[in-house]
Every structure is written in structure tokens, then in C-alpha cells.
């Protein structure tokens, strides 16, 4: 880290490779993990865990804690989210868990949604969003169904008037959601699920916004100003009244912009005070961790372009419905697409940059299983075969 040339104050200036080893460490994917707090340390660490419907190894929410933390068992993972009211899920990057003690922070979104009265398209009348928090306040968390009716048919988008009144109970800050059974949320009260300590502080939206900023700031080590934005999604005009204010720094990182040219950025005045040392991680990636989930920023700090193929009809996809980077070294050095047939782990598409990172797919891969109880791993599909012989020998010792 060197200082620039002399503007209104010194900026400090960083190199490529310096910002990446910043942004791993920013992670927890850099040096040895403070196993102590767990899962809800990685997540109050974080401030925001992404949360999706796909399960291949396991749902993304429980792999993220994986990558940091190991083979941490998944019922303590699950109990780490949804029991003791530690945590809650709202937007935030997308649909998150989030450490409850953010739920203030959040107060800035919840009052923009009821600005708008309502939400993708959905209507609902007075009465039945009133009835929602009747029973509820009656009877206790419940789930939508438990509450009355989630859809009308199979589609996604066909609410019924029940589903539409708690979702935007949900999005109001009326209710929330704690708990999770089989994949689908409860919904309680808030007054009732949140500490009263939290629930009743009065937050603008600028103290909001301004806090957050300085806690993705802190959880990306060094951002530019697109990322900061995008970690809690946030709007162009809330971000540049927030920045002077949050206690980020300018810096300069070499080859960040177009053409290889610096570009400004921000970052956390810890993670400057100290060079990131200590051992890499090597581990499988959910696509929405949020390492990655980034994609812009993920194709500045690795030189991977990565696109969560899901959804892309099956001829179309390149690297499989759910490729998962590999990381080792700090750097992201290939994809795994995997499935599951009972207690084998199946790689059913995979690819490497190098054979050098042969071992450390073997590793990631013999992890991976063991932690979701597997005992054997069938590779399928190999970009480049030359490999399978080194690869099998050390999938079997």
C-alpha cells in the first residue's frame, strides 16, 4: 500500500492483488476462522445472508457458513438462523437472513414500501390485511398456509388475498419472519418477534442508509462505489449522501478500471491498518455467496465471469444448472456443477484453469461430501480428461 500523489489529502493507492487478499479477509475467507460465534458471527460479520430455492448440496444459506467455517454441522446451521430470534428475513441484497439487532436499519425500506402501498402488482384490501394480524395476534406465529391460503393455483405469481396481505404485512414491518419449517416462512407480529430494545428505535433514513453503508463497507474490505451499492441494494442518491458520512476512506486501486486504468474506490479503515495474511480457504462457492454474488465485482477482483445458469434452458448452459466457483489461493480458479444420488456426490460438470489445482478440487470435492453425507464422488463430465486419472486417484485415497 503506497500513498498518491497529493490531492486535498494523501489517498492511499492499492494494487490489484492487495485489494483482492482485502476483500477475501473482509470475508472470512482469509486466515485461520474465528470458529467461537459460529454462524451467527459469520452472519453479523457479513450483514446480510442470501437466501434461495435451489438445493444441490445443500440450500445457499448453509453454504456460505460452510465456506468459512468448515464442516459445520447443518442443523446447527439451521438452528443458528431460526431459533432464539437472533435473526430475521427481509430484502436486503435480495431475500436475506439478517442479524436481528439490523432490523432498525432496515426501518428506511419498510416505510418506502408503505409509501407505495403496494407490491409487484398485488392489491388487497383494508379487511383482509386486517384479519392477517388478527390472527395473528390471536393465535401465534403461522405459516401462510396456516393462515388461510398461499396460492390460488400452482404459479408462483397467483397469490391468494391472504398470501398478498401477510407478504405486505412482511414488507410493511408489521410481521416478520423469524423461523423457517420445511422452507416455508412463519410469520409473527413484529411488536411480538422483535426485542422491544430494537422494535421501538426510531431511525431516519439517513442514519439508515449511512450505517449500512459503513457495514458493507466493512464486510467488502475495499468497494467501489457500485458495490457498496449493490451489497444492500440500495439507490444511487442514498449512497452519495451516506458516503462522506460513513466513515470509509478513498483509496485508488490499480487496474480496477476501464482498460487497466485505477479507479477510485472505498474502504474500511481497519482493513487498511494491517497487510491480509493467513491461509486461504479452498472451498466450492454457492453462486449467491455474497464473495460473489456480485458479478461485475467478481470479474474485477478474479477475472471470472460467472452467471448462475439455473435458469437457462439445459442446451444453452455452459457450466451447469448450479456451478459452483472453486476458491483456493484466494483466487477462483474453476466450477463445479454437482448433484447428489444418495451417498455419492456427483460432479456432473467440471472445469479447471490449471491442472496445478487438481489436488485442491479433490479437496473441495471430499469436503463437500463428507459434509452432506456423502462417502464416494462420481466425476462425470471433465472439460479437460487429460485430467480424470489425477483427479480419481486422489478422489479414492
Known sequence: MTAAAPHSAPVTVLSADEARRIALRAQGLLGAPDRRPGV????????????DTISVLARSHELVPYARLGAVGRPAVEAAYW????????????????????WPLFAFRRRRYRDRGHLWGHQVTPEAYRLVLDKLRAEGPLTSTELGGAKKTAEWWDWSDTKIAVERALAFGDVV???????KRVYALAEQAIPDAL????????????????????????????????????????????????????????????DGTAALAWADPAAL?????????????????????DRPR?????????????????????HGYF??????????????????EGRTLVARQLSLDSAKHV???????????????????????LHDERLRPALEKLLAD
Open 177 to 183: 419472519c423469524t423461523e423457517r419449517r420445511s422452507w
Open 83 to 102: 431459533g432464539g430470534g437472533t435473526s430475521f428475513e427481509y430484502w436486503s441484497h435480495a431475500a436475506c437472513v439478517l442479524p436481528v439487532e439490523e
Open 359 to 381: 489436488e485442491a478440487l479433490a479437496t473441495a470435492l471430499r469436503e463437500a461430501a463428507s459434509w452432506v453425507g456423502c462417502d464416494t464422488v462420481r466425476v462425470e463430465a
Open 323 to 340: 456451478a459452483m466457483p472453486l476458491l483456493t489461493g484466494g483466487r477462483l480458479v474453476g466450477r463445479v456443477d454437482p448433484a447428489r
Open 298 to 318: 467478481t470479474e474485477r477482483i478474479f477475472g471470472m465471469t460467472h452467471r448462475l445458469e439455473a435458469y437457462t434452458p439445459k442446451h444453452k448452459r455452459v
Open 40 to 51: 451467527r458471527g459469520v452472519l453479523r460479520h457479513l450483514g446480510a445472508v442470501q437466501l
Open 273 to 293: 491498518t494491517t497487510a491480509p495474511r493467513g491461509r486461504h480457504r479452498t472451498t466450492l462457492l454457492s453462486p449467491f455467496d455474497s464473495l460473489v454474488w
Open 199 to 258: 422494535f421501538g428505535q426510531e431511525r431516519s433514513d439517513e442514519e439508515c442508509v449511512r450505517t449500512l453503508v459503513a457495514q458493507a463497507g466493512a464486510a467488502l474490505g475495499v468497494a467501489t462505489r457500485a458495490d457498496l451499492q449493490d451489497y444492500h441494494r440500495l439507490r444511487a442518491e442514498q449512497l452519495d449522501r451516506a458516503l462522506p458520512d460513513s466513515g470509509l476512506v478513498p483509496v485508488e486501486v490499480a487496474d480496477w478500471g476501464p
